[in-house]
């Protein structure tokens, strides 16, 4: 019993410490500007080799047609107002030299209070906003001549901020729900939606795993290499966890339209 008892108030002494430490860091106020990038090739040059079939677009041929969704969002709990933006340097969307933009149309935004519009000005596309709060933002679709995500480049400087930062893990985080879905739950069949609410308790998982794990360290009582790699593996969990915990910047939760194939 007191065994348990030992193990009980470590589990819960580490978890006080990690939650003190990382509700902490989420109350302090910060403005944090994140973008994601999803690309679908809808035309490429392959049609080429097909003479009978020419796509045109004001008079110039098409070789290549990509539908970028940008979505860009405020990760951090302090308000951005576009005054917050340095004139030098405001929110838009460049496409690489050669590459040209077709049509952009803005197909979600989290508050309309937040205004955003958009403005194609030499070829560069700018957007604008009264303000956006936490996990308020907007996902922009490009059309452009480009073949891939990175054709596009977002650009965006927020005073005593720094620069607009792109989060990949929303992709990264789908592939790891996957991965335990599979091992898990072979008879899951979630939706989009649902992978990424799994993506949000797999850090909470890792972690708490790694508690348990590392405490069947103090409940075997033979001394065994088995002993000490149940602690090895359990404080690896832990650490894997808290670092997912930490270092996350998922999209808000209403933004499925940005997970959605067009």
Known sequence: MN??????????GITGIFLAIFFYFRSRRSKKPFYSLRS???????LQKYQDIKILFRNEPVNNLTMTKVALWNGGNDTINYQDLAQSDLLRISPKEGILIYDVELIFQSNPTCQFKTNIINNELIIYFDYFDQNQGCVVQVTHSGK?????????????????????????DLKIVNSVAILLLPYLRSSKREKRLFATIIPWFIFLTGLIVAGLYFIIKTNSPDK???????????????????????????????FEDE
């Open 148 to 172: 891939r995500s990175s054709d596009l480049q977002v650009y965006g400087t927020v005073k005593g901020t720094g620069r607009i930062k792109e989060s990949k893990l929303n992709s990264w």
């Open 228 to 258: 000490v790699a149940l602690l090895l593996s359990g404080g690896l969990y832990i650490l894997i966890g808290i670092a997912l915990l930490i270092r996350r910047n998922p999209l808000p939760n209403n933004f499925g339209l940005f």
């Open 3 to 12: 065994t348990v008892l030992s193990i009980a108030g470590l589990i819960i």
């Open 40 to 46: 679908f090739n809808l035309i490429s040059e392959r």
